[in-house]
């Protein structure tokens, strides 16, 4: 079965894989949200023994998480010299070193679950649209020296022989980091936590909260969910339950395609099986699905929560401007999906009052750090250890509302524009 029809189809149309919550429950923890933060706390939470309910408003890996691009690296969407500026190099590292054991942590799942259909690819390749290898050769030793976390420098020849682009330099090849098919890993993560004597409730909407009282109760049109602590993992998709949380970050619209069968036009332009990310600020990732048949590409964000009419013919425009010999290359299928963002653009991990968590706002760079602020939420539920307050400089900011994501979206153009200006200077 092909990737269109196990991937994005499947999370539109599929009818739903668990029950919806139709009665009253008790647990020790409630978890709003199906994505892979809620579904890696889940997991974490039973793990240790503590009994819990996920409530999912659609599917599944409905949102973000399955509708993903499938990266799976180190860091977060700040760079290290902002994080650095907030909370010191000591913090920094321990941040750092967190992303990397998310990463981990994901590898390590499939590999325990057998999670066959996650379909796990090697490498990662950050490319450079300039000439930058100095720059590299800093970044990978710097990796080496405080995390002990190997890369290797690609050459402008070596780059080459993997990607045939004239809009390509320098690159970092990552071997720790790796490609997945998202959603499948989603729905291995929700079989887990059932079999292990959870509760994943799908169509099971929040409509009303309780916080106050020590016993915190969440309620669905139907039914509640009664329990000591509550975890909120929502993405772009949240609804308002809760006010301080919705506040904090934007919904910010990314876009996807996956392009024809035509396994002997893709061999012209991408040799390889990692998979690829340019280093402009708003930039585009892709990589091959099906065996090197087809190339999942994404990239362009906006604030605009409707997907636009040329979303393929947009998109497609990056990929032949990358690669003119994919010029005739169809695109069979695009969409869009709503990621949040925080105002300081790191996760927002954290506990907004007794008994009460958050673990949201990854800012495209999901896949480990949903991973680690599952584990580390879980991690402060279970009394093991405060990790979490390592991401608590990087609180509930407000966003400023309608004006918030009008200045995000002027920033995306301005950046637009130096990286085009960068580029022009470097060809």
């Known amino acids: 079965m092909s990737y269109i029809d196990t991937f994005y189809k499947r999370t539109l149309t599929s009818e739903a894989a668990f029950a919806r919550l ?12 199906g994505g892979l933060a809620g579904l890696t706390a889940a997991l974490e939470l039973s793990r240790r023994g503590r009994s819990v309910v996920l409530l999912e408003a659609e599917r599944i890996g409905w949102g973000a998480s399955g509708r993903n691009g499938g990266f799976v690296s180190p860091g977060y969407a700040n760079g290290r010299d902002v994080i650095v500026s907030v909370v010191g190099e000591e913090v920094a590292d321990e941040l750092h070193r967190m992303s990397i054991e998310g990463m981990r942590m994901v590898a390590d799942n499939i590999a325990v679950l057998q999670l066959d259909g996650v379909r796990p690819e090697p490498g990662i390749i950050g490319a450079l649209r300039y000439d930058g290898e100095a720059e ?39 071997p720790n980091a790796f490609h997945i098919h998202p959603l499948e890993y989603a729905l291995g993560l929700a079989r887990e936590i059932e079999r292990l004597g959870g509760t994943v409730c799908e169509k ?8 106050e009282a020590p016993e915190k109760r969440v309620r ?27 506040r904090s970050f934007l919904p910010i619209a990314t876009y996807v395609l996956l392009t024809e069968d035509a396994p002997e036009v893709i061999a012209k332009a991408i040799r390889t099986r990692a998979a690829i990310g340019d280093n402009r600020r708003a930039g585009d990732y892709y990589r091959l699905v099906d065996d090197g048949r087809r190339i999942l590409w994404g990239g362009k964000i906006t604030t605009r929560r409707s997907e636009p009419r040329e979303l393929g013919k947009l998109l497609r425009q990056s990929m032949v401007s990358t690669y003119p010999q994919l010029h005739d290359l169809r695109v069979e299928l695009a969409w869009s999906g709503l990621m949040s963002y925080a105002r300081h653009k790191m996760p927002q991990i954290g506990q907004w009052r007794p008994h009460v968590w958050y673990c949201t706002a990854f800012g495209g760079h999901g896949l480990n750090t949903t991973a680690i602020g599952g584990r580390v939420v879980a991690e402060a539920i279970a009394g093991e250890t405060r990790r979490i307050d390592a991401f608590r400089p990087f609180g509930l900011d407000w966003t400023g509302g309608p004006l918030g994501m009008l200045a995000v979206q002027l920033t995306y153009w301005s950046l637009q524009a130096s990286d085009w200006w960068r580029e022009r200077k470097a060809a």
């Open 22 to 33: 139709d009665r009253d429950l008790e647990c020790d923890v409630c978890i709003v949200g």
């Open 220 to 246: 669905t049109s139907e039914a509640s969910v009664r329990a000591r602590d509550v975890v909120f993992c929502g993405g772009g998709y949240t609804r308002q339950m809760l006010p301080a949380l919705q």
């Open 204 to 211: 099971s909407a929040v409509v009303a909260t309780e916080l």
């Open 136 to 174: 590299l050769h800093r970044t990978r030793d710097r990796l080496e020296k405080r995390f002990g976390y190997s890369t290797d420098v690609l050459s402008r020849p070596e780059l080459q022989e993997r990607l045939v682009s004239p809009r390509y330099f320098q690159g970092l090849l990552d």
